[in-house]
């Protein structure tokens, strides 16, 4: 299993199922990453960028480079999570505005006082 580590206030890795988007991985990690379109390549809301393993990735599509081209994130190194595909180790950093914050209803039923 490709393993996928998350670089944000710290660091949180995790083996993965092969082909799972970096999105999906990081839910299954327990890490919240912002999909503001729902991961159908139209918000970079789950943008992020790619430190080792860019190769591990599936091939960018003309859909994905197309949206970074519109909002001037070309360099190779920045991927949509929610459309590169995990085929081996990658390390990736994300933005720390990128990770949701706890919805109160959320917090509620985990048993968290937010008051
Ligand atoms: S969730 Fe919107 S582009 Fe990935």
């Not at 960028?49 to 859909?63: H, M, N, P, R, T």
């Not at 480079?65 to 994130?73: G, I, N, S, V, Y």
Request: glycine letters at 8%.
């Amino acid at each position: 299993m490709p393993r996928v580590t998350f670089l944000h206030y710290g660091e949180t890795s995790g083996d993965v199922d092969m082909n799972l988007s970096l999105l999906e991985a990081a839910k299954s990690l327990g890490l919240p990453l912002n999909h503001d379109c729902g991961g159908n390549a139209s918000c970079t809301t789950c943008r992020v960028e790619v430190q080792a393993g860019l190769d591990q990735l599936s091939e960018i599509d003309f859909d994905e480079q197309d949206l970074l081209d519109r909002e001037a994130l070309s360099e190779p190194r920045h991927r949509l999570a929610c459309q590169a595909r995990v085929l081996g180790d990658v390390i990736v950093r994300v933005p720390g505005s990128k990770w949701e914050t706890p919805r109160p209803e959320t917090a509620e039923t985990q048993g968290v006082d937010i008051r």
